[in-house]
């Protein structure tokens, strides 16, 4: 957190500031460098209303001359480059999902060694991972033979974070997202969005659909941990942050039985069926949990929410607001 005393020298750009993450993210640099010094940029026209409104650029990324122009306007210190089609979108349309993850990325990777960027943040996933890979405690160095395009992007977009760093010095760090909770913002088409979606038909009173199978285990994080993560990581000092592929991180392993369970336990009601889809097949394919010793060893990383710590803070502002809105 900047002090009164202390001078904010950073100018920050989030690429696909509208998205789950982007969303949080966008509010949490605002809080710490000034509303300001951090550029939301995303494909969707502003929004007015939304909190991440202003300073605001519609920008498509994959448009490598519009990036640049915004790029010599304005002297970023630091990029965090969030735009990417998920898992689940990105089976639908395999060669768009490549082209988005894999353009975009080289596009940011090489202005920002042209425009001399300090430090640039790009999320890898528990995707780059596959039916090869160890299924418990899958560890850093864990085989990555995906199964998906989506997975494909990330271990291949690791690679290349990895060459800008050795080759240009370029200051890239990463993180291997697992499926991520988040009740201001709605997930955007990966494999684990329903841990959201139940959420919000539990509080509506709904029967909840699941497209997954009920033993399915696979890592999560909720939003909270996962931005933390994300400022400790660029917080730290370069030469701490030994892997510039991406650093598996772990918080909490569940199956939507075992999420529904704790959900219920507050909303006795709420009932849940089964019905899995293709999404079924990626889950599948992924780590059911996730070694972290590394980032815990290099820049002292730790989650701090369990599954029961989760559900209630979830329940807690999803119930509010509906209220409100009630
Ligand atoms: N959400 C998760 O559970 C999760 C897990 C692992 C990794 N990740 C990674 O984190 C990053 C953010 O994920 P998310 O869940 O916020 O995704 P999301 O789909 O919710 O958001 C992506 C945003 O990018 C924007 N976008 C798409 N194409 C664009 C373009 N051409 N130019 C500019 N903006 C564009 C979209 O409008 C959207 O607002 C992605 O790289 C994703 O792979 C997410």
Redesign the pocket.
Same mark, same amino acid.
């Given at each position: 957190m900047l002090t009164e005393n202390m001078e904010n020298t950073e100018k920050i750009l989030v #690429?696909?500031?509208?998205?789950? #993450?982007?969303g949080e993210l966008t509010l949490a640099l605002r809080k710490r460098f000034g509303n300001g010094n951090v550029i939301a940029?995303?494909?969707?026209a502003p929004d007015t209303t939304a909190e991440t409104a202003l300073p605001y650029v519609q920008?498509?990324?994959?448009d490598k001359l519009a990036l640049e122009e915004l790029m010599t306007a304005e002297s970023f210190t630091q990029v965090f480059h969030?735009?990417?089609m !998920?898992s689940a979108n990105g089976e639908r349309d395999p060669q768009a999902a490549w082209k !988005?993850n894999m353009d &975009?990325l080289l596009h940011v990777l090489d202005l920002s060694v042209k425009y001399r960027v300090s430090k640039i943040f790009w999320? &890898? &996933? #528990?995707?780059v991972f596959g039916p090869d890979s160890p299924k418990q405690r899958c560890p850093q160095q864990g085989v990555t033979a995906p199964g998906t395009v989506y997975g494909i992007s990330?271990a291949a977009g690791e690679y290349w974070c990895n060459y800008y760093f050795e080759k240009y010095g370029l200051d890239v760090r990463s993180i291997r997202?697992?499926?991520?909770i988040s009740y201001k913002?709605l997930?955007?088409?990966?494999t684990?969005d329903y841990a959201v979606d139940i959420f919000h038909s539990a509080v509506k009173g709904e029967l909840f659909q699941c497209f997954l199978k009920e033993n399915t285990v696979l890592p999560m994080m909720y939003m909270n941990d996962a931005v933390r993560a994300t400022l400790e990581l660029m917080d730290a000092p370069a030469e701490q942050v030994g892997i510039r592929t991406s650093y598996n991180l772990s918080a909490i392993s569940f199956s939507p039985k075992e999420i529904y369970e704790e959900i219920k336990k507050a909303c006795p009601d709420f009932k849940i069926t089964y019905q899995p889809d293709a999404r079924q097949q990626i889950a599948d394919s992924w780590p059911q949990s996730i070694d972290d010793s590394v980032a815990r060893l290099h820049w002292n990383w730790m989650a701090a929410y369990d599954l029961k710590s989760m559900v209630a803070d979830m329940l807690d502002n999803i119930g509010t607001k509906v209220v409100v809105k009630a």
């Open positions: #690429i696909g500031a509208c998205g789950q #993450i982007g940029a995303d494909l969707r920008l498509n990324v994959l969030l735009a990417a !998920l !988005l &975009s999320p &890898s &996933s #528990i995707a990330k997202y697992p499926g991520l913002t997930p955007g088409g990966g684990t």
